[in-house]
């Protein structure tokens, strides 16, 4: 009687796996590589060159080019008088004291103003980055249901893929398709919210 239950709790046991089994292979699993459908696509080289551009704007308004040309010009003149002084030495030297001084402050101003670039493409970067996955994600969803998909994972979290799976080439195309630029990228994103409360009303009405 209890080989009998074993045998029937194998049989059983066998059963379920082998429905498991055809369960997941009938899953049909797809990737995308986010990464490489952001450097490839239209839209993607495009707000590349949005930012490569508005960084060397910035570049050319902060003047660093020629502040950061002073810097080390000066730099570089005074390491070989300020290398082997003392500071007490230094401070009895009133005019090399000054030049130091004042390349500090430029050096100072150099960092800062970089920083503030920096900052500024940082933020219109993560702007673009967000619109960007926006209409990546419908271009996904599209795709996905072209292919009949049933899963689709993200390309890192994956360690081993077959170039069948993969909808990269296919997300790209359609965003290709869709949203090129960063004009139609504009449109294709809701407006911002209004003010809470609507417009102020001039005084008096």
Do not use: C, H, W
Not at 93 to 101: D, I, S
Not at 171 to 200: C, E, N, S
């Amino acid at each position: 009687m209890k080989v009998r239950s074993i045998v029937l709790v194998g049989a059983l046991f066998v059963g379920l796996s082998n429905m498991v089994g055809v369960a997941v292979a009938q899953t049909k699993v797809f990737v995308v590589n986010e990464q490489k459908v952001r450097a490839d696509s239209k839209l993607g080289k495009a707000l590349d060159g949005a930012l490569q551009e508005l960084a060397t704007k910035g570049i050319d308004q902060l003047g660093l080019k020629t502040l950061q040309s002073e810097v080390e010009t000066e730099a570089n003149a005074l390491k070989p008088q300020t290398q082997s002084l003392t500071r007490e030495a230094l401070e009895a030297n009133p005019t090399l004291k000054a030049r130091v001084e004042g390349l500090s402050k430029k050096a100072n101003e150099l960092q800062q103003k970089q920083n503030a670039l920096n900052a500024t493409v940082e933020k219109q970067d993560n702007g673009y980055n967000y619109a960007f996955y926006a209409v990546m994600m419908r271009a996904v969803d599209t795709v996905s249901k072209e292919a009949n998909a049933d899963v689709v994972l993200s390309y890192p979290s994956t360690l081993y893929t077959k170039e069948s799976i993969d909808l990269t080439a296919k997300v790209t195309a359609r965003l290709d398709a869709t949203v090129p630029t960063i004009d139609a990228l504009k449109a294709a994103l809701p407006p911002p919210p209004a003010p809470a409360g609507g417009a102020a009303k001039p005084a008096g009405q």
